[in-house]
């Protein structure tokens, strides 16, 4: 996918960008661009706009999750780990000091200000569409496990390109899915003229309108497994030019974030063959992305890559092995045929040694000793997930590459960029959405004040009625606006508005649009 570009445009006047793409690989550091470099023989889209390094660490932690980090980049503000797009507690371990909102408080995202300034928006996931990273940008959490909040307020955001997983939670229980409220979403966006597609054949007969394509129960399958178990499902690249074709239909330009979301789930296992087509696949959704953005979008389109943090500590070498050729790092790799995860169910219950040597050989050419499946055996009675024994133990005995966790690492990611009002240099990840706020002319601060005015100061008689545990609503005197949904329901007439409801069960607070307190002040 990487094709030469013309020459960069470090500088360029950012009045004239009319479209941000944020592409984030989930988990990874620049160990896995040198490995998907030798892995391709060849240059990498990602090399031609490497700009500098992104810091990472959260307002918890130095180690960021999924959640802050996505936050950080959405926001502009570096919230604790586990949280979606909200101020960080006063007690989180390295929170900003002049942070001018009150802890919990909801953030507005570099998504929710293109929607107010007219742009069009999309999220590009292969996970379900509510995790951490595409949450980060549409919905406002305590928890980034809080899925059915996350999921509605996503829903109400008027998203105008969702593709991802995650049918489950769409589907009430009669119709195969999760839900136990007996709600059916698709058939819900249906009703709101939202297009729903369900595999990479239906995608690319969309040719205009609002689309949300969910195309797996629950995740996507891993790239290395995709054209042998779910051949119908659209690649990473495939999403990101059909979402661009359509997004870019919108005059006033788009806002797109692409998540290669599994490079983080092969990392946590120390999965390396499965990894490094994850980015790879990730490499060529941004090559789409470029060609966009130097051709028909040039001079009006910011693109902006980076990991959200690293998982996994890779290296290419480790301590009994230092890779020299080309083929001592690529050659093991090469042999492996499926993901960890589909190499797991092939071993199945049978977990003898001679069951996990036999599975071994067939699907990752790879001979282990008798010690060296005792190792598996022994770590998987001792607690440890079949797929991380079996991964990092043939990773270390039959690769060059070394892993030094499996969790999420503090190390600093590659920065990539391109186009008028790029960042580079060393940037922390905040900056990420401070150069987005600046290309589309967007005051954060200010939009966060507009979208998110706290209902009880607004009106301090204003109540939160539960009766209906599943779909509370804030009613103020005769006005009704369900939590976590973009409506006013005001004498039988609903309004629809610009922002989502948030109710903080922490804090007891809930939050409206200002656009909704001043309906209700025309009214009164
Ligand atoms: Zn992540």
């Not at 789930?265 to 990730?282: C, G, S, T, Y």
């Not at 629809?496 to 002040?521: C, M, N, S």
Request: aromatic share 4%.
């Amino acid at each position: 996918m990487w094709q030469p570009l013309p020459a960069l445009r470090s500088s360029g006047k950012t009045s004239e960008v009319r479209n941000v793409i944020i592409l984030i690989p989930d988990g990874c550091s620049q160990s896995m661009v040198t490995l998907a470099r030798w892995t391709r023989g060849g240059p990498l889209a990602v090399d031609q706009i490497q700009a500098g390094a992104v810091r990472t660490h959260s307002a918890s932690s130095l180690v960021t999750d999924s959640a802050a980090a996505g936050t950080a980049l959405a926001t502009g503000v570096k919230t604790a780990n586990r949280m979606l797009g909200m101020a960080p507690p006063l007690d989180a371990a390295l929170r900003p000091v002049d942070l001018p909102f009150a802890p919990y408080h909801p953030l507005a995202t570099v998504l929710e200000g293109a929607k107010r300034s007219g742009r069009a928006a999309g999220l590009v996931v292969t996970v379900v569409v509510w995790d951490a990273t595409p949450a980060a940008f549409a919905a406002h959490t305590v928890s980034r496990k809080s899925d059915v909040e996350i999921l509605e307020q996503m829903l109400h955001q008027d998203l105008d390109v969702v593709f991802g997983g995650g049918r489950q939670l769409f589907l009430p229980a009669a119709a195969g899915g999760t839900r136990t409220d007996g709600r059916n979403l698709l058939d819900l966006l249906q009703t709101n003229r939202v297009q729903i597609v369900s595999n990479a054949k239906e995608m690319e007969h969309v040719a205009s309108g609002k689309v949300w394509g969910i195309f797996a129960p629950a995740s996507l399958s891993a790239e290395i497994d995709r054209s042998a178990l779910t051949p119908d499902q659209p690649s990473l690249a495939q999403m990101t030019a059909k979402a661009i074709s359509l997004l870019k239909q919108n005059p006033r330009g788009f806002f797109l974030m692409v998540e290669g979301s599994q490079v983080d789930k092969a990392d946590h296992v120390n999965d390396p063959a499965r990894a490094v087509r994850e980015f790879l696949a990730f490499d060529d959704a941004v090559g789409v992305a470029l060609q966009f953005a130097a051709g028909e979008g040039r001079g009006q389109t910011l693109v902006i890559a980076c990991p959200d943090h690293d998982t996994g500590g890779m290296s290419l070498g480790q301590r009994t092995k230092t890779p020299q050729t080309v083929t001592d790092l690529t050659a093991p790799l090469a042999g492996m045929q499926v993901s960890v995860d589909v190499l797991a169910a092939k071993i199945g219950a049978n977990r003898s040694a001679a069951n996990i040597i036999a599975n071994i050989e067939a699907w990752w050419n790879i001979r282990l000793t008798d010690a060296e499946a005792a190792e598996i055996t022994n770590r998987v009675a001792n607690g440890l997930a079949l797929e991380p024994a079996l991964a990092e133990t043939v990773s270390r005995q039959h690769t060059a590459i070394g892993w030094t966790s499996f969790d999420h690492t503090g190390v600093d990611v590659p920065l990539w960029s391109y186009g008028p009002g790029r960042p580079v240099g060393l940037i922390d990840n905040t900056d990420v959405a401070f150069a987005t706020a600046r290309a589309l002319h967007l005051d954060l601060p200010a939009l966060t004040r507009t979208l998110y005015v706290d209902a009880q100061k607004a009106f301090p008689h204003a109540k939160l009625d539960t009766t209906n545990p599943a779909l509370p609503a804030l009613v103020i005197d005769t006005a009704r606006l369900p939590v976590n949904q973009n409506l006013l329901i005001l004498n039988g007439k609903e309004h629809r508005l610009g922002g989502v409801v948030v109710h903080i069960e922490k804090t007891g607070h809930t939050y409206l649009p200002q656009e909704a307190v001043d309906l209700l002040a025309a009214t009164r």
